[in-house]
């Protein structure tokens, strides 16, 4: 599976927008983005993905650069249960490989 | 519509024992993952199975471990002879059809803990 790259922690604000990055370089054009979210003591939760095209959805949106070569996940108002870990996966095969994903810190 | 259901939540075993995790997929899900989270770590795909046979087992331990997905009844995680060292969180998923355009949806976990 082609690796992804992000960041080991965010931080934001509640009821701001954020804006998660993901670079993955080596993507091939049959490559789905996915991204889930790990709660603290939870199982990950499936957020979005997406294949060329932006894409929205009640819990995020997802832009897709022109390339492919990286997309943002973006949560348009954050609230203190947004707090968790965001992993950016790229889906060539059947199984999901997970990186260290994003922990992403919401402030009161 | 109920999720996927992990059993049990928490699961105390002596070091030898052995521990047996189940996982009942979402209705009408045939695929079903399951993945190790040690501590401060970050989840490892272990199996995929799909009924009644082992598609990709690349990620379990070559000893001790083994998985199975019976045509009828929960897919079930086994750990013979447990260590400290499989302390971890089990996590289970299921998927609808192996395609890429579907997303997978993950159980609570089974928390195992070896003491």
């Known amino acids: 599976d082609a690796k992804t790259t992000q960041p080991n922690s965010m931080e934001s604000n509640e009821e701001e927008p954020v804006h998660l990055p993901c670079n993955h370089s080596?993507?091939?054009?049959?490559?789905?983005i996915h991204w889930y979210r790990q709660l603290p003591s939870q199982g990950p939760e499936y957020v979005i993905h997406?294949?060329?095209s932006n894409v929205n959805n009640r819990m995020a949106s997802l832009a897709i650069a022109e390339d492919r070569k990286s997309s943002t996940l973006i949560l348009h108002r954050a609230t203190l249960r947004d707090a968790a870990v965001y992993y950016c996966?790229?889906?060539?095969?059947?199984?999901?490989?997970f990186g260290q994903g994003t922990r992403l810190t919401i402030n009161p | 519509n109920a999720g996927v259901m992990q059993n049990p939540r928490h699961l105390v075993r002596r070091r030898g024992q052995e521990a047996r995790l189940r996982c009942s997929p979402v209705?009408?899900?045939?695929?079903v993952y399951w993945y190790r989270q040690l501590p401060e770590e970050g989840l490892k795909f272990m199996v995929y199975?799909?009924?009644?046979?082992?598609?990709?087992e690349s990620g379990m331990p070559k000893e001790r471990f083994s998985a199975e997905f019976p045509k009828e009844g929960p897919s079930i995680l086994r750990i013979q002879q447990v260590v400290r060292g499989d302390s971890a969180a089990y996590f289970c998923?299921?998927?609808?059809?192996?395609?890429?355009?579907?997303?997978?949806?993950f159980g609570s976990g089974t928390r195992l803990t070896v003491v």
């Open positions: 998923a299921s998927s609808r059809d192996r395609e890429r355009n579907y997303g997978y949806t």
């Open positions: 080596t993507i091939s054009g049959t490559d789905y």
């Open positions: 997406g294949l060329t």
């Open positions: 996966i790229l889906r060539s095969a059947q199984k999901l490989v």
């Open positions: 209705k009408g899900h045939s695929h």
């Open positions: 199975l799909q009924k009644e046979n082992i598609i990709d």
